[in-house]
């Protein structure tokens, strides 16, 4: 089973931030936190990972809480492209347990 | 940079007909290398890993097998096939080095009629 929870469901408007939550409250010291998306009919995307601090790279922003149990994924500018399920896994890293994600819808 | 390759992209097959799906990764040795699995409407579930040549474990029991010839090349089979092996089939790869960030290929799309 998936050890995270996240929203089934986000709207983000087109050029505006999107915040992505996802909790992870039974996370332990040696699991990541990975954050993956998924497009209509494609295979899983890796966007970033991370394990305390927070991590920003091309695509997006991570901010985990200082006690681990929770996390946001920014997208700094959401486009149409960025409509995707999104997917919180935390992971030791061998191992990758997909639950169902967030549903990500950008309008214009 | 690396890749990885799927192939078909489609198939239709018929129930207790044989499978065969082949990944290949490109500019990575020893990578680690994963089969997945997504039934419509459904999430990801892991299949099979290799951590090298031979080297398969299996996660869930079912009419799936899966076999690393070669260090970059892990095939999906199945003797006969059930309806409900209709799914999006996935494969994917790590560097095997401890960073074990997880990259995906472009998936099969397998119908069983």
């Known amino acids: 089973d998936a050890k995270t929870t996240q929203p089934p469901s986000m709207d983000c408007a087109e050029g505006r931030a999107a915040n992505l939550p996802c909790n992870h409250s039974?996370?332990?010291?040696?699991?990541?936190v990975y954050w993956y998306r998924q497009i209509h009919s494609q295979g899983p995307q890796y966007i970033i990972h991370g394990l305390k601090n927070n991590e920003t790279n091309e695509m997006a922003s991570l901010i985990i809480t200082e006690d681990r149990k929770s996390s946001t994924l920014i997208l700094p500018h959401a486009t149409l492209r960025d409509t995707a399920v999104y997917y919180c896994i935390v992971s030791p890293g061998n191992k990758l347990v997909f639950g169902a994600g967030t549903i990500l819808r950008v309008k214009s | 940079s690396q890749t990885i390759h799927q192939w078909p992209a489609t198939l239709v097959q018929p129930v207790g007909s044989p499978l065969s799906l082949e990944c290949t990764v490109e500019?990575?040795?020893?990578?680690?290398l994963y089969w997945y699995r997504q039934a419509a409407g459904r999430g990801l579930q892991l299949l099979f890993y290799?951590?090298?040549?031979?080297?398969i474990s299996s996660e869930v029991p079912q009419n799936l097998s899966a076999s690393r010839p070669q260090d970059r090349q892990f095939i999906l089979s199945s003797k006969k096939l059930l309806l409900s092996d209709s799914g999006f089939y996935l494969c994917a790869w790590s560097p095997g080095d401890g960073q074990e960030t997880q990259y995906f290929g472009p998936g099969t799309r397998l119908l069983v009629l």
């Open positions: 290799s951590v090298g040549i031979g080297q």
């Open positions: 500019g990575t040795s020893n990578p680690n």
């Open positions: 039974t996370i332990s010291g040696n699991e990541y």
